[in-house]
């Protein structure tokens, strides 16, 4: 078990571009979260994922971003038309449904809009 | 959802106690305490998790107020791997690993 694994970990874009981030969560787990974390903030919640069902999505998620479980394994996130707002650190976690299990992260994605 | 305060920065020298405040006096009776911190360029871990009794494990102890409105997480020993932010959160009983981050407490580790 390599734990959550994001790719890539840096991506510079222009702004205007499209960009996807990918996450593997650890295998058996089948809850999947995206954050986003500016410097000197906690992270936020964006959505997240039970299997593939997508069950929530916080109003920071705006229409230019989507996320994807397909066959509940891992997760990708697409923001179309980016933005400088957008340059964040892009974080997944993973867990299994149960009482009081605890969430593992990967390392991020760092975004860098010019 | 119930909200967390915790200072923004701590400071502790190397190999003493260190004592983490968190406030949260709306919490309700079947939230859960989290405790998990962030190292620098890397995601948050978990460190210490409780309901009502104080918790105990290898990276750290959870004491939990009476009333449950404050908690304190005590780190034993204080070694610079330990320098990190560490966030204390609220969950529902019906969603227990729905975390919602505030900014943290900044720890500074000096030698």
């Known amino acids: 078990d390599t734990g959550v694994s994001q790719d890539p970990r840096h991506k510079i874009t222009k702004r205007g571009q499209n960009v996807t981030f990918r996450c593997d969560p650890i295998s058996e787990h089948n809850r999947l979260y995206w954050y986003r974390q500016t410097l000197g903030q906690g992270p936020e919640f964006l959505t997240y994922?039970?299997?593939?069902?997508?069950?929530?999505k916080s109003r920071l998620l705006s229409d230019r971003f989507s996320a994807e479980r397909p066959k509940g394994s891992f997760s990708t996130l697409e923001i179309q038309r980016t933005e400088q707002g957008d340059s964040a650190m892009y974080l997944c976690?993973?867990?299994?449904?149960?009482?009081?299990?605890?969430?593992?992260f990967g390392s991020g994605t760092q975004l860098s809009v010019l | 959802d119930a909200k967390t305060t915790q200072p923004n920065s701590m400071e502790s020298n190397e190999e003493e106690p260190v004592h983490l405040p968190c406030n949260h006096s709306?919490?309700?009776?079947?939230?859960?305490i989290h405790w998990y911190r962030q190292l620098p360029s890397q995601g948050p871990e978990y460190v210490i998790h409780?309901?009502?009794s104080n918790v105990n494990n290898r990276m750290a102890s959870l004491a939990i107020a009476e009333d449950r409105k404050s908690s304190t997480l005590i780190l034993h020993r204080a070694t610079l791997r330990d320098a990190a932010v560490y966030y204390c959160?609220?969950?529902?009983?019906?969603?227990?690993?729905?975390?919602?981050f505030g900014a943290g407490t900044r720890l500074t580790v000096k030698p």
């Open positions: 409780g309901l009502t």
């Open positions: 959160i609220l969950t529902p009983p019906s969603n227990n690993n729905d975390m919602r």
């Open positions: 994922f039970q299997n593939e069902a997508q069950l929530e």
């Open positions: 709306t919490i309700s009776g079947t939230d859960y």
């Open positions: 976690a993973s867990s299994f449904l149960d009482s009081n299990e605890k969430l593992f």
